[in-house]
């Protein structure tokens, strides 16, 4: 006979872990920037995106909402970790290589990116757009918070890439090593508060240069934020450009924003020119 007490103990025990495991790296790579921020703030306010901020409403709500993504991301991992269980998907946790690491983990992101642009624009359909993602949207000036900041609708959509990709690759008959979802799962909130940071981090140059250019940058994001319908790639620019989704000013507002150096603050200071916008 089962015994249900101790059942339930297990559970709760193993769903508290799942919590913390994935609440925690909300908390980490947020905090972490935020940090960064205050302490390097004359840079970041050189370089910051746009001139609105965000208000002292949008950093509760975007917590608040993150909290609750969180628990579901959680239910999510408690739900792959009992298809692992079953037999249904295929997870090697001790052995592996790290050549083996290193190509999944690059499979896992390009999966990853293709996914998140195709349902990121089916969020935008005007039948899904209200109950999905308007929520993720009320966040006009993203902040690093922003991250997770989802309805309960558009926090399953999300959350259910890792299980399905899981699947998928099971059935193909190979088993992900727990070491390359880990590393993807750092690199996608990583990736996340950058792109939510409000100020753009990587240096001038960087769109238009051939080797780096498709590496999406804080401006994308920030501009599919500012101006709606543009910019549903979250890692690199390929599906926009390919389906014709990319902002046309994308280039020139970066370009913009890193130009914004010291230096030239400073000449166009002396110059008697208005501070940047
Ligand atoms: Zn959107
Ligand atoms: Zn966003």
Do not use: C
């Not at 083996?100 to 499979?107: F, N, P």
């Not at 099971?170 to 880990?182: D, N, Y």
Request: a positive charge; zero cysteines; aromatic letters at 16%.
């Amino acid at each position: 006979m089962i015994d249900l007490p101790a059942a339930f103990d297990l559970f709760a025990d193993r769903m508290m872990r799942v919590i913390y495991f994935d609440m925690q790296r909300y908390f980490v790579a947020a905090g972490l920037f935020t940090i960064a921020l205050l302490v390097f703030r004359s840079w970041a306010q050189r370089k910051r995106i746009q001139n609105r901020r965000a208000a002292r409403k949008d950093y509760t709500r975007e917590i608040a909402s993150s909290l609750h993504t969180s628990f579901i991301f959680a239910l999510t991992t408690f739900l792959t970790l009992a298809l692992r269980e079953v037999g249904l998907v295929k997870l090697k946790i001790e052995t592996f290589t790290i050549v083996t690491v290193a190509w999944q983990l690059v499979l896992m992101i390009v999966a990853h990116d293709a996914y998140f642009y195709w349902m990121h624009r089916a969020l935008h359909h005007r039948r899904l757009f209200r109950t999905t993602h308007l929520h993720h949207h009320k966040s006009r000036t993203p902040t690093p918070w922003t991250a997770y900041s989802f309805s309960s609708w558009e926090a399953v959509t999300e959350a259910l890439f890792i299980p399905l990709f899981m699947l998928a690759t099971s059935t193909m008959g190979f088993a992900m090593t727990g070491l390359a979802v880990f590393l993807f799962l750092w690199h996608m909130i990583v990736r996340n508060v950058i792109g939510h940071l409000g100020v753009e981090l990587y240096p001038a140059g960087w769109v238009d240069n051939r080797w780096v250019g498709w590496w999406n940058t804080t401006t994308h994001h920030d501009l599919h934020h500012s101006s709606g319908n543009t910019n549903f790639g979250l890692y690199f620019t390929w599906w926009d450009r390919w389906m014709g989704t990319e902002h046309p000013r994308y280039r020139e507002e970066f370009r913009k924003v890193t130009a914004r150096t010291r230096k030239a603050m400073r000449e166009k200071e002396s110059a008697g020119g208005a501070a940047p916008a």
